[in-house]
């Protein structure tokens, strides 16, 4: 675990996807969650699936929906891990007969500890702020501190990270992986080259 991967969520275009694999990510993610402004459809999801190649995860996120929305959607698209971000409960999470990752939205009275007790099928857990209206894709930092207790395990940090606090995140974490979505961004949903490459480049050097 020396070394921090890279997931570049909020995928929306074949030709972002394209550019972030040939840059170096580990991981893409495909938002399928409709009131999110990086929200992608069924079919140009499937397109960019296939496109992102053997040995980069493609990472379906998912809020609430229902077990119908998810079914259709991994029969129509490659995913190799499901992401649910939001208020889904371990039975929910393993019924689908892929890998998963659970978000965990670090509302202020929160344990963390506690918290990945409830999912213990799950691949891994990833970190991010809390909002109360938003269910990730807020772009603001929470308290990485309260994190250090679960050290050493296979962190995925998520929320406000940019080029700017990689150097931070891993200092303060040694996290298994950082996702960013805003921070690499042009305009919602559509990436920068220019910052998808400076964040990996970073990222392997912090």
Not at 171 to 180: G, I, Q
Request: hydrophobic share 40%; aromatic share 8%; with cysteine.
């Amino acid at each position: 675990m020396n070394r921090t991967r890279v997931k570049v969520c909020g995928i929306t275009r074949l030709e972002d996807a394209t550019m972030a694999v040939n840059l170096g990510v580990d991981a893409i993610g495909l938002v399928f969650y409709s009131a999110s402004p990086r929200f992608v459809e069924i079919g140009t999801a499937a397109v960019i699936a296939a496109a992102a190649g053997p040995f980069v995860s493609v990472v379906g996120l998912f809020v609430n929906a229902s077990v119908e929305q998810v079914k259709e959607t991994i029969s129509l698209v490659d995913l190799d891990i499901l992401q649910f971000h939001g208020d889904e409960d371990e039975a929910y999470c393993n019924q689908f007969s892929r890998p998963y990752i659970k978000a965990i939205r670090m509302h202020h009275d929160l344990n963390p500890n506690k918290s990945i007790l409830e999912y213990p099928s799950a691949r891994g857990f990833l970190f991010d702020s809390w909002s109360q209206d938003k269910y990730g894709g807020t772009g603001e930092i929470f308290d990485w501190n309260r994190l250090a207790s679960l050290r050493g395990r296979p962190i995925i940090l998520a929320g406000g990270l940019s080029p700017d606090n990689i150097d931070r995140a891993v200092s303060t974490l040694k996290p298994y992986a950082l996702d960013v979505s805003g921070g690499v961004e042009a305009a919602p949903g559509i990436k920068s080259s220019k910052l998808v490459q400076l964040f990996v480049d970073r990222c392997s050097k912090a």
